[in-house]
């Protein structure tokens, strides 16, 4: 199992999100797979910045630039 810890801060009042899960392979697979091509996060104001934590690596992604599939992953877990 692969610890997952997302972190999404930002946006006009400033509310951090935050939930973490264990994932199985495939499913930690699909996250490194969304995540490999995130550019470096470049925060706007009152912008959301994601962190998430897979195992070891963390990566920090600014909208608008949350690629489509990662987008879809990270909705399914802070919706959840």
Request: aromatic share 4%.
């Amino acid at each position: 199992m692969t610890r997952l810890q997302v972190e999404r801060s930002g946006g006009f009042a400033g509310l951090v999100r935050r939930a973490e899960t264990d994932l199985d392979e495939p499913a930690a697979e699909a996250w490194r797979i969304a995540l490999a091509g995130c550019p470096p996060a470049r925060p706007r104001p009152d912008g959301y910045v994601y962190e998430v934590r897979l195992g070891d690596r963390i990566a920090r992604v600014a909208e608008p630039a949350v690629p489509p599939d990662l987008r879809r992953l990270l909705a399914e877990l802070l919706d959840s």
